[in-house]
Structure formats: structure tokens, C-alpha cells
């Protein structure tokens, strides 16, 4: 597995006017990757993959939605990938699917307000936006959030896996021609 770079600020490349319309993201290219300390001593890095999503864009402001497979997410080490599928954690037998939306916000925002529901629970966070490309009609773009747990219902952070959850997120996306 490659490994993650997430660092606490990063800077914001400059954005491409985005052309009003619906973008389809790539589950096949697009990607998400996350880290979180275990026991307080080591990173944990594992996957996830990104299975649908899409992106509007009207008037300069940006909003989407999309899916991730909780129930398919890999750290390298099985046990430990059965251990957060399982009700101590993600409880992907009764929900496979981790939700996230963006709202409607202005592409020249640092941070765009994002919905992430896990296991039926909606939090907001903040979502920073790395990078922004346009090259035809494939837009590229990269984003981090760091996701707190504790509202989520599963174990609490003691002597095992941080609150704290680093994501990086990486969405492939073609602009609908319909």
C-alpha cells in the first residue's frame, strides 16, 4: 500500500473557473485514504473506495454528494479490517455505506462544510480543498478532513484507535453531457 503524506496546513493551489455543470465521479480513479493512531504510538493507514458521487457546479459555487464502502476497508492487516467492519466500530454488516455531502459553497472557499454519515450518525466538518484541476471535462480534485469519532457509536478512544481520523480524499470526476 503507498503511503499517505498529511500535513496539518497545507497550501491551496490556485483554482480553474469550473464550467456550470454536473460532474460523475470515477469510482474506478478516484480514492480514499486515512490514517489514525493506534495505541497512541503508531500510524494505521488504510482505504476505502470511493463507489459513486457527483459533483454540481453552478455560478461559481460547488456543491456534491457520494458514497464510500465502509464494509471494504483495508488496512493490510486482516484481523484489524474485520475488527473496525465489525459493532465496535463501523458496523458495516447493517451499514456497508459511509454518506458524505458537500454544500453549496463558493470554489474560492478555503474550506467547504461537509456532511459525513457513519453508522446513521450525520457530523459536519470542515473540508479543505487542496487541489483543483480541469483539464477537458475530467476535473481532479483533493481534499483532507480530519473526522473526531466521538460522535459516532463505537468505542471510544481509549488505549485503541485515536478519536482523530486524517482523510484524504481524491475525486476523478467527467462532466456530464446531458
Known amino acids: ?3 499517505i503524506r498529511i500535513t496539518e496546513s497545507a497550501s491551496v493551489s490556485p483554482r480553474p473557473d469550473l464550467p456550470d455543470g454536473t460532474y460523475d465521479v470515477d469510482p474506478e480513479v ?8 493506534a495505541f497512541a ?26 458514497e464510500i464502502a465502509a464494509d471494504k476497508v483495508t488496512t493490510g492487516l486482516a484481523p484489524r479490517d474485520w475488527h473496525l467492519r465489525s459493532s465496535h466500530y463501523l458496523r458495516t454488516a ?3 455505506r459511509i454518506a458524505v455531502s458537500v454544500g453549496d459553497t463558493g470554489l474560492d472557499a478555503a474550506q467547504f462544510p461537509c456532511t459525513v454519515v457513519v453508522r446513521d450518525t450525520p457530523t459536519t466538518v470542515p473540508l479543505d480543498l487542496r487541489a483543483v484541476e480541469l483539464d477537458d471535462d ?28 486524517d482523510v484524504e480524499l481524491t475525486l476523478v470526476a467527467t462532466r456530464s453531457t446531458s
Open 1 to 3: 500500500m503507498s503511503d
Open 30 to 37: 478516484s480514492h480514499l485514504r486515512f490514517r489514525a493512531k
Open 41 to 66: 504510538i503508531a500510524w494505521v493507514r488504510g482505504t476505502m473506495p470511493v463507489i459513486s458521487g457527483c459533483i454540481w457546479v453552478r455560478d461559481g459555487r460547488v456543491s456534491g454528494s457520494g
Open 94 to 96: 447493517r451499514h456497508p
Open 138 to 165: 475530467r476535473l481532479r480534485i483533493e481534499a483532507h478532513l480530519v473526522l473526531d469519532r466521538t460522535p459516532f457509536p463505537m468505542l471510544p478512544p481509549i488505549a485503541g484507535v485515536s478519536r482523530r481520523v
